[in-house]
């Protein structure tokens, strides 16, 4: 279900449309609902009639900085839109996996508040407690969010619930960057995929701030699916997951210049703004243990270049074409 709304959100270049023509092409089965996550009846009346087996919810207003031009768009997506999803599966098919993409927002800037150590290309935490990245025991509770992030802490506390109160088998996915070869990535939302396509097409890339040294932990997409039938085939109620590319996936701004110049022999233009985002994490990676202790078949297939490579591949395919 997805109603093209990142098209509203971010104008013609986060148009999903594309994507949605690849699925109705490649896989025969598909049928698609072009229904308003907001439109609750609409909600309602779908998840009755079908009663899925699994409801994986990805549908929201996903960026940061958008989200502090357009409140009521962004809360009633992220948070309410959520609401609608789980009360239906409440009413149709509660024993149903209902698995959440949350995300690292949730977590505030309080990740900004860990000792941190700059290193040549990257700032790293200088903190043993982090060795292995933020866990899931880290609070969501006063830091600065975002206007987003906040509507991101709605809608997961509100899975959390379903899964505590109710005993339905909810999970929230807190994803660090997640990307891959099909993402629409645009300046305000998808920052690997974004990056790759100003290389490609040789335009100036704008780093905000942090020196270019902030830190991302990138996992691909099908990593993410990967981890979801996991849980589907063994799911546990209320849960919450970090899901990111973990301290091996992760690079910064800088060092993902270095990379994508590797593979298309295009220098990387940029330009570098003083002020930092509002709220933007210094320094990010998932701790992946709680994921792999409770799911072990679960691992990260795809290295961070792999990942740099089908993103390189898919941008010369799809810009080829709509050339
Ligand atoms: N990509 C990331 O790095 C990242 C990181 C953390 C969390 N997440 C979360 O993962 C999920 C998916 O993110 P993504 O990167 O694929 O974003 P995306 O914008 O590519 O996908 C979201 C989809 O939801 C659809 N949508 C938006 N509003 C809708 C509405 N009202 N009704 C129906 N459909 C609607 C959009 O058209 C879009 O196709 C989101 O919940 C996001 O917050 C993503």
């Known amino acids: 279900m997805d109603n093209n709304e990142r098209a509203v959100f971010f104008g013609p270049e986060g148009d999903t449309s594309w994507s949605l023509n690849r699925l109705r092409q490649n896989i025969p089965d598909y049928r698609h609902f072009e229904l308003d996550i907001r439109n609750r009846e609409g909600v309602l009346d779908l998840v009755a009639g079908l009663k899925p087996a699994i409801i994986v919810h990805t549908a929201a207003q996903p960026s940061h900085d958008r989200a502090a031009a357009i409140p009521f768009a962004d809360f009633d997506t992220n948070a309410v839109g ?31 508040s860990i000792r941190l150590k700059e290193l040549e290309t ?43 109160y109710f005993g ?33 097409q040789e335009r100036p890339y704008k780093v905000f701030g942090y020196k270019g040294k902030q830190v991302r932990d990138n996992i691909h997409s099908e990593d993410v699916a990967n981890f979801i039938v996991n849980f589907a085939a063994a799911p546990r109620a209320g849960e919450v997951y970090n899901i990111g590319g973990g301290k091996d996936n992760s690079c910064s701004i800088f060092e993902a210049f270095a990379m994508v110049e590797e593979l298309t022999g295009k220098k990387q233009q940029f330009s570098y703004l003083d002020e930092n985002r509002i709220g933007d994490h210094i320094c990010y990676y998932s701790d992946l243990r709680k994921m792999k202790a409770q799911y072990p078949k679960w691992t990260i297939t795809r290295p961070l270049k792999t990942i740099f490579q089908e993103i390189v591949d898919s941008w010369h395919n799809r810009l080829s074409h709509s050339a």
């Not at 149709?92 to 209902?98: D, L, R, W």
């Not at 807190?174 to 629409?184: A, K, M, V």
């Open 82 to 112: 959520t609401l609608n999803f789980l009360e239906a599966a409440r009413r149709a098919c509660p024993e149903s996996p209902f698995v959440h993409m949350s995300t690292n927002k949730v977590y505030g800037d309080l990740p900004n």
């Open 122 to 164: 990257r700032w790293d935490y200088d903190d043993p407690a982090y060795e292995h990245g933020i866990p899931e025991t880290f609070s969501i509770d006063q830091s600065k969010h975002s206007i987003f992030g906040a509507s991101k802490v709605a809608s997961d506390v509100m899975v959390q619930e379903y899964g505590r």
């Open 168 to 200: 339905m088998p909810t999970c929230c996915l807190r994803g660090g960057c997640l990307t891959g070869p099909n993402h629409s990535g645009v300046e305000l939302h998808g920052f690997l995929s974004y990056l790759v396509r100003c290389n490609v």
